[in-house]
């Protein structure tokens, strides 16, 4: 009967039971050692030389769906070998020496961590919220082994960064998007750090990745570059047509301003219609769009480059998609009087190269994104975090699949 108590429970082959105590929400069952000599890890000799006896040590194996904790309790003992009087303690691969939980347990803490605060499962386990983010701190990785993908063909990274607590505060996602997997989080969006990541990967993986989508980042870009010259860079065609969008919209905040100072009062120029593309609009809100951009050059022009971006991404070829970009930067050429016109034709030229990209292999940081959905709902369920190192452990738990949860332990 002790035999199935223990293979139910999971306790450690190395005890075995000698009585269960049930004292109100608390279980707790009494171990002992199952051998009498052990290995001396010194020099390997067998010994049973009791040095010391600590009496008993306990420690949180399960809790219960009714919160009900079931500890276990085992005698605390160091020995000293005859040979070489080496003196150490009885351990258990099971229990980890600094800790007062089980690995079982701890395992358990972290897969409910991966959808709750701090805060609420260190209520759930009996334990501070500072122990559990030490535990946190110490035991978990914010990137993934690279060796889940030895046996992928090839490996597509996708690049996008997330905000921790405002602009000052940025995070960087890491996500292969062949198999949707996140990769890594790192605790900072600058060049630097993102530099150090493409250098630690190993070099079987290196050779596999030939994709890498980024946003109009020339940090990021001159990084792969460096690391990886081999690679095809692609500028994501969501953060080129929101490029195109922010530009137009700086256009309309110009023409709010203007209007302003010529007539003494303001006047409301609606961004969402302007952000709309033109196949959308219907009825009275293309009557309005006609009505704002006949009123204003500056805001028609940039709208017309706007859609000829959106009409970009709807080639079918490599080649017709060059032959559209090159219109429309030969177009933007003419306009030599309009300075911000002038910048974003450099900016399309400095990124062309990338943009046609795209259209090789139709690659997209859509996955990305979708990740960067559920980034904001641990956000929310985490109640924030000041401490980077713990953040990027923290979001890596919750985005991993349960089948990869061992890679991400130290």
């Given at each position: 009967m002790q035999k199935q108590i223990q293979k139910l429970l999971n306790i450690d082959d190395n005890f075995s039971i000698k009585d269960i105590k049930v004292q109100g929400e608390e279980s707790i069952i009494f171990c002992e050692w199952k051998r009498s000599s052990y290995l001396c890890p010194e020099c390997g000799e067998k010994t049973k030389t009791i040095h010391q006896y600590h009496g008993r040590r306990k420690v949180l194996h399960e809790i219960k769906s009714d919160r009900k904790r079931i500890y276990i309790s085992y005698p605390n003992i160091r020995l000293k070998c005859t040979k070489c009087s080496k003196v150490f303690t009885l351990r258990?691969?099971?229990?980890?020496?600094?800790?007062?939980?089980?690995?079982?347990?701890?395992?358990?803490?972290?897969?409910?961590?991966?959808?709750s605060s701090f805060k609420q499962v260190a209520n759930l386990c009996g334990i501070s919220p500072t122990t559990?983010?030490?535990?946190?701190?110490?035991?978990?990785?914010?990137?993934?082994?690279?060796?889940?993908?030895?046996?992928?063909?090839?490996?597509?990274?996708?690049?996008?960064?997330?905000?921790?607590?405002?602009?000052?505060?940025?995070?960087?996602?890491?996500?292969?998007?062949?198999?949707?997997?996140?990769?890594?989080?790192?605790?900072?969006?600058?060049?630097?750090?993102?530099?150090?990541?493409?250098?630690?990967?190993?070099?079987?993986?290196?050779?596999?990745?030939?994709?890498v989508v980024i946003d109009l980042n020339q940090g990021y870009k001159n990084a792969i570059r460096k690391a990886l010259p081999q690679v095809r860079v692609v500028a994501d065609p969501f953060?080129?047509?929101?490029?195109?969008?922010?530009?137009?919209?700086?256009?309309?905040?110009?023409?709010?301003?203007?209007?302003?100072?010529?007539?003494?009062?303001?006047?409301?120029?609606?961004?969402?219609?302007?952000?709309?593309?033109?196949?959308?609009?219907?009825?009275?809100?293309?009557?309005?769009?006609?009505?704002?951009?006949?009123?204003?050059?500056?805001?028609?022009?940039?709208?017309?480059?706007?859609?000829?971006?959106?009409?970009?991404?709807?080639?079918?070829?490599?080649?017709?998609?060059?032959?559209?970009?090159?219109?429309?930067?030969?177009?933007?050429?003419s306009y030599k009087m309009w300075p911000a016109l002038r910048r974003w034709q450099r900016s399309l030229e400095r990124w062309k190269e990338e943009i046609l990209n795209h259209f090789i292999s139709k690659s997209s940081n859509g996955k990305v994104e979708g990740y960067n959905v559920v980034v904001k709902l641990l956000k929310r369920i985490s109640f924030g975090m000041r401490n980077t190192e713990l953040y990027a452990k923290k979001i890596m738990l919750g985005l991993v699949p349960m089948k990869f949860s061992p890679q991400i332990l130290t």
């Open positions: 258990s691969k099971s229990i980890f020496p600094w800790l007062r939980v089980t690995s079982f347990m701890l395992l358990s803490i972290l897969d409910r961590l991966r959808s559990l983010r030490k535990y946190a701190r110490i035991l978990l990785k914010n990137e993934l082994d690279w060796r889940i993908f030895q046996n992928q063909e090839k490996i597509r990274l996708g690049i996008d960064e997330h905000s921790i607590s405002g602009r000052k505060k940025m995070a960087l996602l890491v996500v292969e998007l062949v198999s949707s997997t996140p990769i890594a989080v790192l605790y900072t969006h600058k060049k630097e750090e993102f530099l150090r990541f493409l250098d630690t990967i190993p070099s079987y993986a290196k050779r596999k990745i030939d994709e953060h080129v047509v929101r490029d195109a969008n922010k530009r137009l919209d700086d256009e309309r905040r110009i023409a709010e301003e203007v209007y302003f100072v010529l007539e003494g009062r303001r006047i409301r120029i609606p961004k969402r219609l302007l952000m709309m593309g033109q196949e959308k609009l219907r009825g009275r809100k293309k009557q309005k769009v006609d009505e704002i951009l006949s009123q204003h050059d500056n805001i028609r022009v940039f709208y017309h480059f706007k859609e000829r971006i959106r009409s970009l991404y709807k080639a079918t070829t490599y080649t017709e998609a060059e032959r559209i970009l090159e219109g429309i930067i030969e177009e933007m050429r």
